[in-house]
Every structure is written in structure tokens, then in C-alpha cells.
């Protein structure tokens, strides 16, 4: 289990840090490459008492390292720092603390960023516009969140110079002291569907990031596509490039999540574009595909063996006047040897300040069962009984 709010682990690998991959040189070599480490001793001279051969040492040969143990990955849905929430951010640090436990408890945490970061660009012309200052990736950080999206609809809210203040932004929060890992905006579109990487007591996590939406014309992350000359959010209105970018993380991780902004607002069940993509991204080779988008919870089990979570709904968010929209929670899945083990879901409420509260009792039953029942319109299977636990 990973360290407390805002503390490390002693002698576990960094919680954020990039992989970095590296040759090793066999320290132990075959000696004598001409044929002299073969070569007959001279005879001893007659007479003389030959001793016994000793042992030559450690053997040359390593024991082989133990497999990776089972690590944890917790979801959570959308975050922005609108309106209530704002205020928060003049102390970053402390920002999130009511919810740090929850966010800290796994291994890896990974969320929905839907706002632009920065404090200049120019207003997209649309409804709702949204924007933070970089003060916002220090409160996800020092609450444990490890790798925030920005491929949504919101990523782009204030145009190019937006960006290009998000991009410095997220620059800055990976060299941080608690580093956070932006994903799915870019300079350039392979740079915008790059994956995280992390090292987790051996098992790398590789977690990409896309927005898929089903209504192109509603939805302005069409034209914010990153492309291989200009900067933008990673767009898979053609999965091609996305199956790909999974497909390559499948040759150098162990697990790969993908984490889509995707499915239609206000909808419980996921759209039938929803579905042909997770059973794309399955068939390329992904782990987990988690989602956000709808404002509300949607199903979540296995496609196969991929675990799909097809929405995680609001989580720190302005608007809680309906149940649909204040209705949240933590997903964390369990993994081992590159399967889900496990689930659990943390069932939440937001509430008036736009926090989530955790439920207990009895209300977290209610709240967990309401969960599972929304697998009831998807076509996804729970995980088998023997290795599932009770959520409360």
C-alpha cells in the first residue's frame, strides 16, 4: 500500500518518478576469451601431493529476482477548480486534504483533469469555460493523485496560449517535489499520446490518455487535436493512432490503463462508440480502460480480460444539485501479473463545497450495490467470485 498523504515509503521505488531505462553490464565475464582459462595446469612434480580443487566462490549464476507482487491503481472522475472550489487553491498544499486519504491509499492514482491550467490564453467561444492556475497540479500532488488526463473537452478552454501555459505548468509538476505526471496534451501529437510510466516494485505501469467524443459537432476537442506539427490535446475520433500508442506501451509495460474522455452527458449506459472502443483498445492490448465524461457513474467489470470502468462521474466538482451529478467514488483495482484481481469501489457524495464525502454504513452498501447494478446495461462481467471482495 503506498505511503500516507504527502509522505513516502522508505526504500520503495519513488511513487512518481519516471522510468528510466538503462543496459546492464554482466560484472562477471569468461575469462581467458584466448583459450587460457581452458588450458591443463603444468604436472605437478612426481611426488609432490596435489591439493583439492577449491570451491571457485559464489556461483556465477544469479538467483533469479521474485515476481512482482499484486500493486493498486485507484480512478477517481472529473476535478476542476471552479467557483466554491477556487478558494482551495491558496493553499495548495492543503487543498485536498479531506480526500487525501482516499487518494493516496494506492499504488498509483490516476484522474480526470477538466479545466485548462494557466492564467492567460483567450476564451473559446463556447458555455462553459474552464481554468486554474498551475496551483491546481500542486493540490492533485500533495493529495497523492500521480497522473492527471487533460484529453477532454476542457482541456483547451482558453486556446493555444492556454495550452502552451498548461504545457509549462505541467513541465514544472514533474520536476516537483511531489512530481505529477500531465498526460494527453501535447507539443506535438506523439507527444500528446504518450504514456506515464512508472516502476512499482518491479511491475511497470505505462498510462495513456485519449478524448473520444461521440458528438464531434458538440464537443470542440475536434479541432484542439494535436497533430504531428502543432501542439493539442490527443483526439482518437479515429481510434487509429490510439490503438497504436497502446499497442507500443504493450512492448515495454507490464500493465497499460488507458484513461478516455468519452460516452454522452447525463447517460447511465455507455454508448455503442464506447463500446467498439474498449473492444478496440482491448484487442491492442490494454489492461484497464477507465472513463469520464458523462457526469455520471456508469458500469464497470471485465471485456474479456480488460477491466472496463466506462464512467467515474464528477469528483470535485462545482455542481452537486442531482444525484447523477454528486454521486462519485474511488476505484481501485488490484493487479497481479498483469491481471485485475480485484475491485473496490469507494462510493462518495459531493457535496455543497464541492468535495466528496465518503459514505460509511449502510449508505455505502447502498451506494456500492447501486454500482454494480449499473454493470446490469453494458456488456461487461464481474470479476469471478473467488478473488472479488465486498465494497463498503
Not at 154 to 175: K, N
Amino acid at each position: 500500500m503506498r505511503a500516507p498523504y504527502r509522505t513516502r515509503s522508505p526504500g520503495s521505488v519513488a511513487r512518481r518518478s519516471w522510468v528510466t531505462v538503462g543496459l546492464t553490464v554482466l560484472a562477471l565475464t569468461v575469462a581467458g576469451c584466448d583459450g587460457s582459462a581452458t588450458a591443463e595446469p603444468d604436472a605437478a612434480p612426481s611426488g609432490t601431493e596435489v591439493p583439492p580443487p577449491t570451491s571457485a566462490g559464489p556461483s556465477a549464476t544469479p538467483s533469479p529476482a521474485p515476481a512482482p507482487g499484486p500493486v493498486t491503481i485507484a480512478f477517481a472522475g472529473d476535478v476542476h477548480f471552479e467557483s466554491q472550489l477556487r478558494p482551495l487553491l491558496d493553499d495548495p498544499a492543503n487543498a485536498l486534504a479531506s480526500i487525501a486519504p482516499q487518494l493516496s491509499a494506492a499504488d498509483l492514482t490516476v484522474l480526470n483533469l477538466e479545466t485548462s491550467i494557466g492564467t492567460s490564453g483567450t476564451r473559446e467561444p463556447k458555455r462553459f469555460t474552464f481554468q486554474a492556475p498551475p496551483q491546481a497540479l500542486q493540490a492533485l500532488a500533495a493529495a497523492g493523485v500521480d497522473v492527471a488526463t487533460m484529453a477532454n473537452n476542457h482541456g483547451m478552454d482558453y486556446g493555444a496560449g492556454g495550452l502552451a501555459d498548461s504545457l509549462v505548468a505541467a513541465e514544472a509538476a514533474g520536476a516537483a517535489d511531489l512530481p505529477l505526471a500531465v498526460i494527453g496534451i501535447g507539443a506535438d501529437a506523439d507527444r500528446a499520446f504518450a504514456p506515464a510510466v512508472r516502476d512499482i516494485r518491479g511491475t511497470k505501469v505505462a498510462v495513456l490518455a485519449a478524448s473520444s467524443a461521440d458528438d464531434p459537432t458538440a464537443d470542440p476537442t475536434a479541432h484542439w487535436a494535436a497533430t504531428d506539427a502543432s501542439a493539442g490535446v490527443a483526439v482518437a475520433a479515429d481510434p487509429a493512432r490510439l490503438v497504436r500508442a497502446v499497442a507500443e506501451a504493450r512492448r515495454i509495460a507490464d500493465v497499460v490503463v488507458v484513461y478516455l474522455h468519452w460516452g454522452v452527458q447525463g447517460e447511465r449506459c455507455p454508448s455503442d462508440s464506447q463500446a467498439a472502443m474498449a473492444r478496440a483498445l482491448s484487442t491492442a492490448g490494454a489492461d484497464i480502460v477507465v472513463g469520464a465524461h458523462a457526469h455520471t457513474v456508469q458500469g464497470a467489470g471485465l471485456l474479456g480480460e480488460t477491466y472496463v470502468a466506462y464512467g467515474l462521474g464528477n469528483f470535485v466538482w462545482y455542481n452537486h444539485g442531482s444525484d447523477g451529478a454528486s454521486t462519485t467514488g474511488v476505484l481501485t483495482l488490484t493487479v497481479d501479473d498483469g491481471r485485475v484481481v480485484d475491485d473496490a469501489w469507494s462510493p462518495a457524495r459531493i457535496e455543497a463545497d464541492g468535495l466528496p464525502r465518503f459514505a460509511t454504513g449502510t449508505d455505502a452498501t447502498q451506494l456500492a450495490t447501486a454500482f454494480a447494478d449499473r454493470r446490469s446495461c453494458t456488456d461487461l462481467q464481474p470479476l469471478p467470485p473467488p478473488t472479488r471482495r465486498a465494497t463498503t
